[in-house]
Protein backbone atom coordinates (compact mmCIF):
# COMPACT_ATOMS: atom_id res chain seq x y z
CA UNK A 1 0.00 0.00 0.00
CA UNK A 2 1.08 3.25 -0.75
CA UNK A 3 1.87 6.21 1.78
CA UNK A 4 1.43 3.98 4.62
CA UNK A 5 3.90 1.87 6.59
CA UNK A 6 3.42 -2.03 6.82
CA UNK A 7 4.55 -5.46 8.65
CA UNK A 8 3.77 -8.63 7.19
CA UNK A 9 3.94 -11.56 9.23
CA UNK A 10 7.05 -10.77 10.74
CA UNK A 11 9.00 -12.92 13.00
CA UNK A 12 12.21 -12.62 14.98
CA UNK A 13 14.02 -14.69 17.66
CA UNK A 14 16.63 -13.92 19.47
CA UNK A 15 18.52 -15.23 22.41
CA UNK A 16 16.58 -18.67 21.62
CA UNK A 17 13.43 -17.13 22.36
CA UNK A 18 10.18 -15.99 19.53
CA UNK A 19 10.62 -12.77 20.15
CA UNK A 20 7.78 -11.26 17.76
CA UNK A 21 5.78 -13.89 16.26
CA UNK A 22 3.45 -13.56 13.50
CA UNK A 23 2.89 -9.35 13.32
CA UNK A 24 1.35 -8.12 10.57
CA UNK A 25 -0.05 -4.17 10.92
CA UNK A 26 -0.54 -0.89 8.58
CA UNK A 27 0.40 2.10 9.61
CA UNK A 28 -1.62 5.26 8.57
CA UNK A 29 -0.53 8.45 7.75
CA UNK A 30 -2.06 11.01 10.40
CA UNK A 31 -2.69 8.18 12.67
CA UNK A 32 -1.41 8.29 16.19
CA UNK A 33 -0.91 5.06 17.28
CA UNK A 34 0.08 3.50 20.80
CA UNK A 35 1.66 0.46 21.09
CA UNK A 36 0.87 -1.14 24.67
CA UNK A 37 2.12 -4.64 26.23
CA UNK A 38 3.31 -6.12 29.78
CA UNK A 39 7.37 -5.84 30.21
CA UNK A 40 9.20 -8.50 27.67
CA UNK A 41 6.53 -8.27 25.41
CA UNK A 42 8.51 -7.20 22.63
CA UNK A 43 7.10 -3.43 22.20
CA UNK A 44 11.12 -2.45 21.87
CA UNK A 45 11.71 -4.86 19.54
CA UNK A 46 8.76 -4.37 17.23
CA UNK A 47 9.84 -0.67 17.08
CA UNK A 48 13.16 -1.64 15.74
CA UNK A 49 11.81 -3.55 12.78
CA UNK A 50 9.13 -1.22 12.06
CA UNK A 51 11.60 1.67 11.82
CA UNK A 52 14.56 -0.54 9.76
CA UNK A 53 17.27 -0.80 12.71
CA UNK A 54 16.41 -4.58 12.80
CA UNK A 55 15.65 -7.65 9.30
CA UNK A 56 12.93 -9.94 10.55
CA UNK A 57 13.60 -13.36 9.92
CA UNK A 58 10.55 -13.58 8.14
CA UNK A 59 8.17 -11.33 6.89
CA UNK A 60 8.79 -8.27 6.09
CA UNK A 61 8.37 -3.78 6.69
CA UNK A 62 7.44 -1.73 3.38
CA UNK A 63 6.97 1.92 3.54
CA UNK A 64 5.51 3.44 0.75
CA UNK A 65 5.34 -0.14 -0.74
CA UNK A 66 9.33 -0.31 -0.51
CA UNK A 67 10.82 -3.02 1.83
CA UNK A 68 12.35 -0.88 4.64
CA UNK A 69 16.17 -3.14 3.80
CA UNK A 70 15.47 -1.88 0.23
CA UNK A 71 15.69 1.82 1.22
CA UNK A 72 18.63 4.08 1.08
CA UNK A 73 20.06 4.96 4.45
CA UNK A 74 19.83 8.63 3.97
CA UNK A 75 16.75 8.86 1.99
CA UNK A 76 15.30 6.47 5.36
CA UNK A 77 16.45 8.68 7.78
CA UNK A 78 14.39 11.60 6.53
CA UNK A 79 11.33 9.73 5.92
CA UNK A 80 11.32 8.54 9.62
CA UNK A 81 12.99 9.03 13.26
CA UNK A 82 13.03 6.81 15.84
CA UNK A 83 13.49 8.26 19.84
CA UNK A 84 15.06 5.46 21.69
CA UNK A 85 14.01 4.10 25.32
CA UNK A 86 17.17 5.83 26.63
CA UNK A 87 19.93 7.42 24.75
CA UNK A 88 23.12 8.49 26.86
CA UNK A 89 25.82 10.64 25.61
CA UNK A 90 29.18 10.21 26.92
CA UNK A 91 30.36 13.60 25.87
CA UNK A 92 29.51 17.15 27.52
CA UNK A 93 27.46 18.42 24.09
CA UNK A 94 25.49 21.56 24.56
CA UNK A 95 21.52 21.06 24.29
CA UNK A 96 21.80 22.91 20.77
CA UNK A 97 24.24 20.29 19.43
CA UNK A 98 22.25 17.25 20.14
CA UNK A 99 19.02 18.80 18.58
CA UNK A 100 21.42 19.51 15.26
CA UNK A 101 22.46 16.13 15.75
CA UNK A 102 19.04 15.19 14.18
CA UNK A 103 19.39 16.99 11.10
CA UNK A 104 22.82 14.82 10.22
CA UNK A 105 20.67 12.81 7.34
CA UNK A 106 20.15 16.45 5.34
CA UNK A 107 23.90 16.56 4.62
CA UNK A 108 23.81 21.01 5.19
CA UNK A 109 25.66 21.96 8.25
CA UNK A 110 22.79 22.34 11.18
CA UNK A 111 20.26 25.08 9.71
CA UNK A 112 20.16 27.41 12.95
CA UNK A 113 17.19 28.37 12.04
CA UNK A 114 15.44 24.53 12.08
CA UNK A 115 17.12 24.07 15.12
CA UNK A 116 15.73 27.45 17.00
CA UNK A 117 12.34 26.29 15.71
CA UNK A 118 12.28 22.66 16.90
CA UNK A 119 13.69 23.58 20.41
CA UNK A 120 10.25 26.53 20.93
CA UNK A 121 8.13 24.15 19.64
CA UNK A 122 9.28 21.44 22.24
CA UNK A 123 9.76 23.92 25.22
CA UNK A 124 13.34 22.83 25.29
CA UNK A 125 14.65 26.74 24.47
CA UNK A 126 15.04 26.64 28.55
CA UNK A 127 17.39 24.20 28.26
CA UNK A 128 19.31 26.26 25.58
CA UNK A 129 23.12 25.94 26.66
CA UNK A 130 23.15 23.39 29.02
CA UNK A 131 25.72 20.15 28.69
CA UNK A 132 23.24 17.42 27.59
CA UNK A 133 25.05 14.93 29.97
CA UNK A 134 24.59 17.09 32.88
CA UNK A 135 20.82 17.07 32.39
CA UNK A 136 18.51 15.14 34.31
CA UNK A 137 16.28 11.98 33.06
CA UNK A 138 13.63 14.06 32.16
CA UNK A 139 15.24 16.86 30.24
CA UNK A 140 16.99 14.75 28.50
CA UNK A 141 14.20 12.98 27.21
CA UNK A 142 12.55 16.31 26.06
CA UNK A 143 15.74 16.72 24.75
CA UNK A 144 15.58 13.60 22.37
CA UNK A 145 11.94 14.43 21.27
CA UNK A 146 13.21 17.71 19.62
CA UNK A 147 16.00 16.08 18.08
CA UNK A 148 13.73 13.23 16.50
CA UNK A 149 11.64 16.13 15.50
CA UNK A 150 14.83 17.93 14.07
CA UNK A 151 15.61 15.07 12.01
CA UNK A 152 11.78 15.23 10.13
CA UNK A 153 11.77 18.94 9.51
CA UNK A 154 11.14 20.29 5.94
CA UNK A 155 10.12 23.59 5.43
CA UNK A 156 7.78 24.67 8.45
CA UNK A 157 7.65 21.78 10.62
CA UNK A 158 7.74 17.33 10.44
CA UNK A 159 6.85 15.52 8.34
CA UNK A 160 6.89 11.73 7.85
CA UNK A 161 7.23 8.72 11.00
CA UNK A 162 8.27 8.84 13.97
CA UNK A 163 8.35 6.28 16.55
CA UNK A 164 9.19 6.94 20.22
CA UNK A 165 9.71 4.00 22.57
CA UNK A 166 8.58 5.50 26.02
CA UNK A 167 8.99 9.10 25.55
CA UNK A 168 6.89 10.19 28.19
CA UNK A 169 8.64 7.72 30.87
CA UNK A 170 10.60 10.19 32.57
CA UNK A 171 8.56 13.39 32.45
CA UNK A 172 6.46 15.16 34.88
CA UNK A 173 2.89 15.57 34.25
CA UNK A 174 2.68 18.97 32.60
CA UNK A 175 5.31 17.62 30.19
CA UNK A 176 3.98 13.99 29.78
CA UNK A 177 0.64 16.07 28.36
CA UNK A 178 2.50 18.53 26.32
CA UNK A 179 4.53 16.08 24.78
CA UNK A 180 1.61 14.05 23.74
CA UNK A 181 -0.30 17.22 22.62
CA UNK A 182 2.34 17.91 20.44
CA UNK A 183 2.36 14.49 18.73
CA UNK A 184 -1.25 14.76 18.68
CA UNK A 185 -1.72 18.39 17.05
CA UNK A 186 0.97 17.24 14.29
CA UNK A 187 -0.54 14.17 13.88
CA UNK A 188 -3.94 16.07 12.92
CA UNK A 189 -1.90 18.53 10.77
CA UNK A 190 -1.58 14.98 8.61
CA UNK A 191 2.13 15.43 8.25
CA UNK A 192 3.28 13.55 10.52
CA UNK A 193 2.60 9.89 11.46
CA UNK A 194 3.57 8.42 15.23
CA UNK A 195 3.80 5.17 16.28
CA UNK A 196 4.58 5.42 20.38
CA UNK A 197 5.25 2.56 23.04
CA UNK A 198 3.05 3.87 26.42
CA UNK A 199 3.18 1.99 29.59
CA UNK A 200 0.76 4.50 30.82
CA UNK A 201 -2.84 3.33 29.42
CA UNK A 202 -4.66 6.18 30.41
CA UNK A 203 -2.14 8.15 28.04
CA UNK A 204 -2.68 6.00 25.46
CA UNK A 205 -6.72 6.15 26.14
CA UNK A 206 -6.68 9.77 26.05
CA UNK A 207 -4.44 10.54 22.71
CA UNK A 208 -3.86 7.70 20.84
CA UNK A 209 -5.68 7.45 17.80
CA UNK A 210 -5.45 3.67 17.67
CA UNK A 211 -3.55 1.47 20.23
CA UNK A 212 -2.19 -2.00 19.22
CA UNK A 213 -1.98 -4.68 22.43
CA UNK A 214 1.35 -7.14 22.37
CA UNK A 215 2.25 -9.68 24.33
CA UNK A 216 4.98 -12.34 23.98
CA UNK A 217 5.37 -11.66 20.50
CA UNK A 218 2.13 -11.35 19.18
CA UNK A 219 -0.66 -8.73 18.52
CA UNK A 220 -3.45 -9.67 20.72
CA UNK A 221 -5.73 -6.73 20.74
CA UNK A 222 -6.13 -3.79 18.24
CA UNK A 223 -8.68 -0.74 18.10
CA UNK A 224 -9.70 2.40 18.94
CA UNK A 225 -9.09 3.28 22.93
CA UNK A 226 -12.89 1.99 23.83
CA UNK A 227 -12.26 -1.38 22.50
CA UNK A 228 -8.85 -2.28 23.92
CA UNK A 229 -8.69 -0.36 27.06
CA UNK A 230 -11.37 -2.67 28.68
CA UNK A 231 -11.60 -4.47 31.63
CA UNK A 232 -11.30 -8.29 30.79
CA UNK A 233 -8.53 -7.43 28.29
CA UNK A 234 -6.41 -5.23 30.46
CA UNK A 235 -6.50 -8.03 33.26
CA UNK A 236 -6.14 -10.82 31.05
CA UNK A 237 -3.08 -9.78 29.13
CA UNK A 238 -1.27 -8.01 31.78
CA UNK A 239 -2.52 -10.35 34.86
CA UNK A 240 -3.04 -7.24 36.95
CA UNK A 241 -6.15 -6.55 38.73
CA UNK A 242 -7.91 -3.16 36.81
CA UNK A 243 -10.87 -1.89 36.57
CA UNK A 244 -12.30 0.26 33.47
CA UNK A 245 -14.43 3.10 33.91
CA UNK A 246 -14.83 6.32 32.00
CA UNK A 247 -12.42 9.40 31.79
CA UNK A 248 -14.96 12.52 32.97
CA UNK A 249 -14.02 14.59 30.35
CA UNK A 250 -12.83 12.82 27.19
CA UNK A 251 -15.36 10.39 26.47
CA UNK A 252 -12.40 7.75 26.96
CA UNK A 253 -12.21 4.73 28.98
CA UNK A 254 -9.58 5.53 32.25
CA UNK A 255 -8.15 2.38 33.89
CA UNK A 256 -7.37 1.92 37.84
CA UNK A 257 -5.41 0.19 39.41
CA UNK A 258 -7.27 -2.24 42.38
CA UNK A 259 -5.34 -1.74 45.53
N1 LIG B 1 19.10 -9.42 21.35
C1 LIG B 1 18.38 -10.12 22.23
N2 LIG B 1 18.86 -11.24 22.79
C2 LIG B 1 18.12 -11.96 23.67
N3 LIG B 1 16.87 -11.61 24.04
C3 LIG B 1 16.35 -10.52 23.52
C4 LIG B 1 17.05 -9.70 22.59
N4 LIG B 1 16.27 -8.65 22.24
C5 LIG B 1 15.12 -8.81 22.93
N5 LIG B 1 15.18 -9.92 23.70
C6 LIG B 1 14.11 -10.41 24.58
O1 LIG B 1 12.89 -10.24 23.90
C7 LIG B 1 11.86 -9.88 24.81
C8 LIG B 1 11.21 -8.60 24.32
O2 LIG B 1 12.10 -7.50 24.52
P1 LIG B 1 11.63 -6.00 24.30
O3 LIG B 1 12.76 -5.14 24.74
O4 LIG B 1 11.16 -5.87 22.90
O5 LIG B 1 10.41 -5.91 25.29
P2 LIG B 1 9.47 -4.65 25.66
O6 LIG B 1 8.08 -5.04 25.35
O7 LIG B 1 10.01 -3.43 25.03
O8 LIG B 1 9.63 -4.60 27.24
P3 LIG B 1 9.68 -3.31 28.26
O9 LIG B 1 8.26 -2.93 28.52
O10 LIG B 1 10.30 -3.90 29.49
O11 LIG B 1 10.50 -2.24 27.63
C9 LIG B 1 12.54 -9.76 26.17
O12 LIG B 1 12.30 -10.92 26.89
C10 LIG B 1 14.00 -9.59 25.84
O13 LIG B 1 14.82 -10.12 26.85
MG1 LIG C 1 10.87 -1.69 25.75
Redesign the pocket.
Known amino acids: MDNALTANALRLT??G?R?IDGVSLTLRPGEMVALI??????????LRLLSGFLSPEQGSCELNGQPLGQWPAGALSRQRAVML?QTQLRFHWPVEEVVAMGRAPWGKSAEREITRSVMALTGCDALSGRSYAALSGGEQQRVQLARSLAQLWVDEGPQGWLFL??PTSALDLYHQQQLLRLLKTLTQRGNLHVCV?L?DLNLAALWADRILL?HQGRLVAQGAPQEVIQTEIITKWYNAEVLVDNHPTAGVPHLFLVG
Open positions: AGRVGPNGAGKSTLQDEVHL
